[in-house]
């Protein structure tokens, strides 16, 4: 694939969608080592991100059902919801924790950027597997006390979500787009 296709190709996809496959070592590997060529100012490598697979993954996963069942408010609870969540176990191969630590050299906007062109390395390196897939999930207590201490990160780090990756059997490329004139 060339870099014009590989950009224009890259698709989230749904957990529902995930086949519950692993996805290669190997790819997960290359998706890291890529995401540290991001452009940050002053080399501050702001991101951490975190890897969870195998028993630590499911233990992740059932920190975010805890989370779900004890944070939501009874009137706000939807089952459907927390039986995606549950489903994380199953259906997903590996998560990564995203988070970043300000450094205090540059803006904290520029970090936080930083750290999103990091993800979107990883993204864009899962783009030209037939089959690995990925979402970047806000949900889950991204930013919550219980989830920075469920995922490692210190008090003064920023979490910016969960990126949940998977095996798909219908990978998407094709997408809609109405670009301004």
Known sequence: ??????????RSHFVKEFN????PADLVH????????APNHKLTLPWK????????????????????????????????????IKSYKSKVSHIISIGFHPSGEVSEWEELAATAMSVQNMWLTLTEHPNAVGYWTTGN???SDFMKVATGLSPEDKQLGFFLLGMTDNKRTSAHRNFPV
């Open 1 to 10: 694939m060339n870099i014009d296709d590989i950009i224009r190709f890259r």
């Open 141 to 143: 207590g991204t930013g």
């Open 20 to 23: 519950g496959q692993i996805v």
């Open 49 to 84: 991100f975190r890897l969870f697979q195998g028993e630590e993954k499911d233990t992740l996963c059932s920190k975010m059902e805890q989370f779900y069942e004890q944070f939501t408010p009874a009137e706000k609870f939807n089952s459907a919801k927390f039986d995606k």
């Open 30 to 37: 290359r998706m890291l080592e890529n995401s540290n060529w």
